[in-house]
């Protein structure tokens, strides 16, 4: 098709699949910063720079996109997501994340809980916090009861706490008879009855357990599940991922979905993944089993296997529950670690490992150490410390000189006032020590932790790295430990790129790499702070395939199928909660917000009318929503 002046030429050699023109490209190669155009085929850039570069890559069967000056980036490559346990789960989860009221959640979980058939739960499971709802607060038990009085209710919020209403409690059988496990607490009432509430003290395996109560989707539903829940990433620009494992997460049964998709060229995103021993005591046998089945690097461009953790060990680990004292370290810890490094390094065997505290990476550092006095660290393999909250400067150093790395999330956007009531602001300021990091020299990714604490959205976490906020808007980072919005980008493109052992073909927008990359509602690099987090892709490009498009280029993606099961809460809320904003003064945001409220509100009551939910009594016939009456 003709655009702009360009023609298809009938006798192009090689003709590009697709070229992508006028659009304000960020590249991210310091070589070519800047381009307007670019060109793939089979999967790959073959010419990026303006339409003068790229004419000549287009033939008869080109498609040829007008990006209309929107600003594009490399694909955003989250470096620690669940994805893998996200993708079953998710057409079984109503979503919070990004939701601005309690009263518009509760009303949703109510409208949820009416079509949800018998035997089935509604399932809140992460990505939210009270200090998003404008009324800064959970939801209590009385008003999950309220809202659903007869269908089983779970949710789930951060590491902390879980709510489940009396349904709930009916159908995991707590009773008063009912023992917690170590770490983990039952809250009862006078009579020792369960009140609904249990709380991680400071483990959540309680909750997590708990949630594994519920019933599963089958087999067929979960790639289903897997599929529309990686159209949700792309939708909000990610083309990567890279999973790092999780309880409740064997394989290589439980890896079956994305295996499935992969071998039928179904995924729409690249995804690295590490094993996770699941069982205490196990941990051992779990990685033999392991490293006689798969190696490192086994796989394809969409799904390959990247090493073992992000536990190795469950003794060494740490708890991220900041409303609880840190936990200690058993005696065992230092030997169950060099037990299973050594034999991964044995083998070949890269690893990420979960930490939180500098007590513990302090500790971890001292077993590398005797492991390499005896026979080297780290022998060529790629290692990472995840999270590391409170690492100080002295084991910075020390992790620089091991040749490690560090994989930072946005967990103090959702935990950092909780984090404040224990430590005090002053370290939180510098909670994880971002600057610190980076001018070490240290290759530092980027990502979420989602989906059971933070949101999968990378632009909260884009945001929190600029803005150094949490969701509820408190301020926590110190000016000089946030970073400016291009080195954002390069922790969330070309650090995963590198963590991932793929850095010479993806992260940049370059000649002979993957052709990954997302076209923004808004541009990264001049919206308002604040305003970060409300963008998201309008065409999603990855392997030169278009897997999301929206607004101008809605119908360029291929639909999916309906979900299914037809009640999933994702068919009739979606993930998260679209929150676009423009960049407008406050006085008119303010204003708009009140339009927009009033609008959703008439909209909701229209909806349960036509459903037989509510009686057609006019606009005003139901103010107040009954989940909050006493």
Not at 407 to 417: E, P, Y
């Amino acid at each position: 098709m003709p655009v702009g002046g360009i023609n298809p030429d009938p006798d192009a050699s090689k003709p590009a699949h697709l070229v992508i023109r006028n659009g304000r490209v960020y590249t991210g190669d310091a070589a070519r910063p800047a381009a307007t155009a670019l060109a793939v085929r089979d999967g790959r850039i073959v010419a990026i720079g303006d339409d003068e570069d790229t004419a000549s890559c287009v033939g008869a069967g080109t498609r040829v996109v007008d990006a209309l000056n929107r600003r594009i980036i490399p694909g955003l490559n989250d470096s620690h997501l669940h994805v893998i346990r996200g993708g079953v789960n998710y057409l079984l989860e109503l979503r919070w994340d990004g939701v601005p009221s309690l009263r518009t959640a509760l009303w949703m979980l109510r409208e949820q809980a009416s079509r949800t058939p018998q035997g089935q739960w509604v399932r809140v499971v992460g990505g939210w916090t009270g200090e998003q709802f404008a009324e800064r607060r959970l939801p209590t038990v009385s008003e999950l009861n309220a809202a659903a009085p007869d269908t089983p209710v779970f949710v789930l919020h951060l590491y902390q706490s879980a709510i489940l209403n009396r349904a709930a409690l009916r159908a995991v059988g707590y009773t008063k008879e009912t023992v917690a496990p170590p770490g983990g607490q039952i809250v009862r009432d006078h009579s020792g009855e369960p009140t609904g509430m249990l709380l991680a003290a400071p483990a959540a395996g309680l909750l997590y357990a708990t949630l594994g109560m519920g019933p599963k989707l089958s087999d067929e539903e979960q790639i289903g599940s897997t599929r529309h829940f990686l159209l949700e990433l792309n939708r909000l620009g990610l083309t990567s991922a890279m999973d790092a494992g999780g309880g409740f997460q064997n394989f290589p049964e439980n890896y079956a979905a994305v295996m499935k998709l992969a071998e039928q060229g179904l995924l729409t995103m690249r995804i690295s993944y590490n094993l996770f021993p699941q069982t205490p005591g196990q941990e051992l046998e779990d990685l033999r089993r392991w490293i006689g089945m798969v190696r490192p690097g086994d796989g394809d461009e969409w799904l390959k296997l990247n090493g073992a953790g992000e536990n190795l060990a469950w003794s060494p680990a740490d708890f991220e529950n900041f409303t609880e004292p840190r936990p200690f370290r058993p005696e065992k810890a230092d030997s169950d670690l060099e037990a299973a490094v050594r034999l991964l390094l044995d083998h070949g065997w890269g690893f990420r490992l979960h930490a939180t505290y500098e007590e513990t990476i302090r500790a971890n550092l001292d077993v590398f150490d005797k492991v390499s006095a005896d026979g080297g660290f780290p022998r060529g393999v790629t290692w990472w410390f995840d999270h590391a909250e409170t690492v100080s400067e002295a084991s910075l150093d020390r992790i620089a000189a091991m040749g490690g790395a560090l994989s930072i999330q946005n967990r103090m956007m959702f935990q950092g006032s909780a984090f404040c009531d224990r430590y005090g602001a002053a370290r939180a300021a510098t909670a994880p020590p971002i600057r610190q990091m980076l001018n070490r020299g240290l290759l530092v990714g980027a990502g979420t932790d989602a989906t059971r604490v933070s949101s999968y959205n990378p632009w909260l976490s884009l945001e929190w790295l600029v803005r150094g906020r949490t969701i509820g808007g408190r301020l926590l980072a110190s000016p000089d430990n946030r970073v400016d919005r291009e080195t954002a980008l390069h922790m969330y493109t070309v650090a995963g790129a590198e963590l991932s052992g793929e850095g010479d073909v993806k992260g940049i927008l370059k000649e002979g790499y993957y052709a990954d990359l997302a076209v923004l509602s808004e541009d990264f690099f001049s919206v308002p702070e604040e305003d970060i987090s409300h963008i998201e892709s309008v065409l999603t490009v990855v392997g030169g395939r278009i897997v999301y498009s929206a607004g101008e280029f809605e119908g360029l993606a291929a639909p999916l199928p309906a979900p299914d099961p037809s009640w999933s809460p994702v068919a009739y809320y979606g993930g998260y909660h679209r929150t676009i904003a423009p960049s407008t003064p406050s006085g008119v945001r303010q204003a708009q917000a009140l339009l927009d409220a009033a609008a959703e509100s008439e909209e909701h009551r229209q909806w349960r009318v036509t459903r037989g939910f509510a009686e057609d009594r006019g606009p005003v016939s139901e103010i107040f929503d009954s989940c909050f009456v006493l």
